[in-house]
């Protein structure tokens, strides 16, 4: 759900009646087209309780970016905080649980006039704390904050508890914070839990396995580095996972690399770190007897500790590198040049094959001397779409519209959070003008759940998150 300057003008929009509340920004990294924005949802929160709310938050974010992956990436974040209003304080608690954790006694049956309906023993689990009205969820963030890209429900209730579907939830008990990143693991980036969760929970995902190789495995690239190896899990000898000490199996733990790679993936499918560039389309004129310089310059959005790679290429020989400008003689200049600028993460925090091709920023300018005496024509090759995704959750039609300035090779896909391509809707040459599109839901074939949108225009890759119902 981004617009990059670059590249797009995006906007995402989700026609719903729904109450509007105060939003907070609590964290702004810059433009909300070109962060992951994550939003905070509270409930059972009254209104005098919109402070602790937002106090609450603060403690999750802090936790938060104090870990690695997301403490280099901070500065893809921005982070908002929709201030619902419950009727009472506090979650639901029937005390129905069958799972025998030993906790649910211990809490005492309550019915909360919360604005989600959230609750304990959710599923029959007495840990499980989730909303039981999920479409009011949708709904609010429809009518208030539209342009998520993962959406934490943070339920005031002091008991241990959470649980990570479409949105992460987690309660303000001692270990919440843990909690809230545990299942941001879940909903963000699709993990499974390291610890043996149930026989319906196991599947295959980035860090659960039925394969057996060394050499296979997907987490081949790991094996052997910090504890990274191919460990049974206790219910199941069959299914494997990659560590005996993540997050994703103990709280107060770090994320194992593998776990750690796959939010770094999902970091680069939603921000670029290329935001800008110069010049756009001009044309330049030059004195035939004088020679003149032309600036070129990107603005980047690195991590922390910068892992840009940036080169410069004047028809296809290096001039510089990891320098944010290049300056290039009018006197260098073929009838035709190319000035190309490349922008790639070398991060040593994932090592998937799939990094150095996906996540490689390009733009070209076209350089041609219209008139040797008196100008230069310069294009930039790298295009800007305006594009509409709608409605978004989509329980019946998912349309999306754009806007092309020349033909251009287009393709669409569908991929999950294994970053699988699990449905192409369209791969042509299209011509210049508007483009519109749609599909029904049910024949698009795939079971409700998130889902990345992925246009490519040419070498442009725009992604866009999507929920199906």
């Known amino acids: 759900m981004r617009e990059y300057s670059f590249l797009a003008c995006l906007l995402i929009c989700l026609s719903a009646k729904a109450q ?10 810059g433009p909300v087209s070109e962060r992951i924005n994550l939003v905070f949802l509270g409930d059972g929160y009254t209104a005098g309780e919109q402070t602790k709310f937002i106090t609450d938050v603060n403690k999750i974010l802090t936790a938060l970016f104090a870990q690695s992956p997301f403490k280099e990436y901070k500065s893809y974040f921005n982070a908002y905080a929709i201030k619902v209003i419950s009727q009472e304080s506090g979650a639901n608690h029937p005390q129905n649980s069958t799972d025998g954790d030993g906790a649910c006694p211990a809490q005492a049956v309550k019915s909360v006039d919360n604005y989600f309906g959230s609750t304990f023993d959710y599923l029959g689990i007495h840990r499980l704390l989730y909303p039981n009205d999920l479409g009011k969820v949708a709904t609010v963030l429809a009518a208030n904050f539209p342009l998520y890209d993962q959406a934490f429900i943070a339920i005031n209730t002091p008991y241990y508890g959470g649980a990570g579907g479409s949105f992460a939830t987690c309660s303000d008990h001692s270990a919440g914070r ?44 790991w094996m052997g580095v910090s504890g990274v190896g191919i460990y049974a899990h206790s219910g199941d000898a069959s299914w494997k996972k990659p560590h005996t000490n993540c997050k994703m199996g103990v709280l107060n733990s770090p994320l194992c690399k593998v776990c750690t790679e796959t939010f770094v993936e999902r970091f680069h499918l939603f921000v670029t770190p290329l935001r800008e560039f110069l010049p756009h389309d001009t044309r330049f004129n030059i004195d035939p007897d004088l020679e003149q310089t032309i600036d ?23 001039k510089s590198k990891n320098t944010e400008t290049l300056a290039v003689s009018s006197n260098e200049l073929l009838a035709t040049s190319t000035i190309r600028a490349t922008v790639q993460d070398t991060t040593a925090l994932t090592r998937s094959e799939n990094h150095t091709t996906n996540h490689v920023y390009i733009v070209e300018w076209e350089l041609t001397k219209s008139d040797v005496v008196t100008s230069i024509e310069v294009e930039t090759l790298a295009s800007r779409y305006d594009l509409l995704v709608y409605p978004n959750p989509a329980a019946a039609d998912l349309k999306f519209s754009y806007k092309l300035s020349k033909p251009t090779p287009v393709s669409i896909s569908m991929i999950d959070h294994s970053g699988r391509n699990v449905k192409t809707l369209l791969s042509t040459m299209q011509g210049s003008g508007q483009h519109e599109s749609s599909f029904d839901r049910q024949t698009l074939g795939l079971s409700a759940g998130e889902y990345v949108l992925q246009f490519k225009f040419g070498k442009a890759t725009v992604p866009v998150k999507v929920i199906l119902h």
């Open 296 to 318: 070129f310059s990107l603005s980047v959005n690195p991590p922390e500790p910068n892992t840009l790679k940036i080169t410069w290429e004047v028809d296809d020989v290096l």
């Open 178 to 221: 843990e909690v809230a990143i545990h299942e941001i693991g879940h909903s963000f980036a699709g993990l499974a839990d390291e610890y043996w969760a149930g026989a319906q929970y196991a599947a295959e995902k980035p860090n659960m396995t039925k394969q057996t190789s060394p050499s296979l495995v997907k987490w081949k690239n």
């Open 20 to 29: 509007t509340f105060d939003v907070d920004t609590v964290l702004k990294n």
